[in-house]
């Protein structure tokens, strides 16, 4: 029997990506740069109002940290030789920040190697749920490099260049076995590799 490796989807994230009810009320409220106070509050309603403020800021904040975990318990098993930028300038589309986090659905970290630039994200949505995805290219624009390629648990997408994991992970308990993306993060080792 094969190992687990188990991922823990804090509470408010795994209510997001499981309940549409939560999903819509986190949406709605996420959806503005300063969450609007509804016309029918009352002055006895606040307290309710800023709860579900801050509990949207809850969700954001635990979907960026579970991503990030979700980066370090797959990416981060396998070897990457190549250079990253440090957290304060994590380069292209690297954004740390919880609100991008947040409106892409992704965690990327960005690595070069001589001519070469390589995406690899965690990513997670409702309908598709945990995912891997890694881009290379070679220079700014090239990105036919993935696209003949055929890595066992990844397909490509030809929008954006991208390589996805092919494992259906959508979570159905908070506690998520990982064991399907860590395989997928070392099948997709060989390609940086062999450049």
């Not at 579900?52 to 991503?67: C, H, I, P, R, Y």
């Not at 380069?91 to 960005?110: A, H, K, M, Q």
């Not at 598709?128 to 070679?138: D, M, P, T, V």
């Amino acid at each position: 029997m094969k190992d687990k490796k188990l991922l823990s989807i804090p509470e408010s994230v795994f209510a997001y990506l499981t309940q549409q009810e939560v999903r819509t009320a986190v949406n709605l409220l996420a959806s503005k740069k300063k969450p609007p106070v509804p016309e029918e509050v009352r002055w006895n309603d606040l307290e309710s109002f800023y709860r579900g403020v801050l509990s949207m800021q809850q969700v954001q904040a635990e979907f960026s940290m579970t991503l990030a975990k979700l980066w370090q318990e797959t990416w981060g098993q396998v070897d990457i030789d190549w250079s990253s930028g440090s957290p304060q300038e994590p380069g292209e589309d690297g954004s740390l920040d919880v609100g991008e986090i947040w409106r892409e659905n992704c965690f990327t970290r960005v690595f070069g190697k001589d001519v070469f630039v390589c995406h690899l994200c965690s990513y997670a949505t409702y309908d598709e749920g945990l995912q891997l995805g890694f881009a290379i290219w070679k220079g700014e624009d090239d990105k036919k490099i993935l696209k003949k390629m055929e890595v066992e648990g990844w397909e490509y997408d030809d929008e954006y260049g991208y390589m996805w994991t092919t494992a259906d992970l959508r979570p159905r308990e908070r506690e998520m076995d990982l064991l399907p993306l860590v395989e997928a993060a070392r099948n997709a080792e060989d390609v940086w590799r062999n450049l």
